[in-house]
């Protein structure tokens, strides 16, 4: 689970899990105090960090020479058509071959937060007391 909590310091939010809290924030132009990532940046992070874990893993298991691989990931929303539109330039480093590299540029699509985000989704929000 995941929670948020936000006081009366516009917008620090502290976001935790039972083990690990990090701060997000809005940026200064945006009334924020400019002390961690937006949200936006999260979500695109989660896609970013789960792309290149799920990348590592993979190279892993097969026991190719993968270095390092590095993920940048932007996204923008239309509001005519209501779609997101991710993108995300991967640079591979490491001694692979042309097939090793495009097997890994398949496999950047399938990693868990992609898939899901790739989804419909359905919301659920109550009060509690």
């Given at each position: 689970?995941?929670?948020?909590?936000?006081?009366?310091?516009?917008?620090?939010?502290?976001?935790?899990?039972?083990?690990?809290?990090?701060?997000?924030?809005?940026?200064?132009?945006?009334?924020?105090?400019?002390?961690?990532?937006?949200?936006?940046?999260?979500?695109?992070?989660?896609?970013?960090?789960?792309?290149?874990?799920?990348?590592?893993?993979?190279?892993?298991?097969?026991?190719?020479?993968?270095?390092?691989?590095?993920?940048?990931?932007?996204?923008?929303?239309?509001?005519d058509?209501?779609?997101?539109?991710?993108?995300?330039?991967?640079?591979l480093?490491?001694?692979?071959?042309?097939?090793?590299?495009?097997?890994?540029?398949?496999?950047?699509?399938?990693?868990?937060?992609?898939?899901?985000?790739?989804?419909?989704?359905?919301?659920?929000?109550?009060?509690?007391?």
């Amino acid at each position: 689970m995941i929670t948020a909590r936000i006081e009366r310091t516009p917008y620090e939010t502290h976001l935790s899990t039972s083990s690990q809290v990090i701060v997000v924030d809005e940026p200064f132009d945006a009334g924020g105090q400019d002390r961690g990532m937006t949200p936006g940046d999260l979500l695109a992070g989660a896609l970013a960090s789960c792309t290149v874990i799920t990348l590592r893993m993979y190279a892993d298991r097969k026991g190719w020479p993968l270095d390092s691989v590095v993920a940048h990931v932007d996204f923008s929303s239309d509001p005519d058509t209501k779609r997101t539109r991710y993108t995300m330039k991967l640079i591979l480093n490491g001694d692979l071959t042309t097939d090793q590299r495009a097997r890994l540029l398949d496999m950047a699509d399938r990693c868990p937060i992609h898939r899901t985000l790739a989804q419909p989704a359905d919301f659920e929000t109550t009060l509690v007391d």
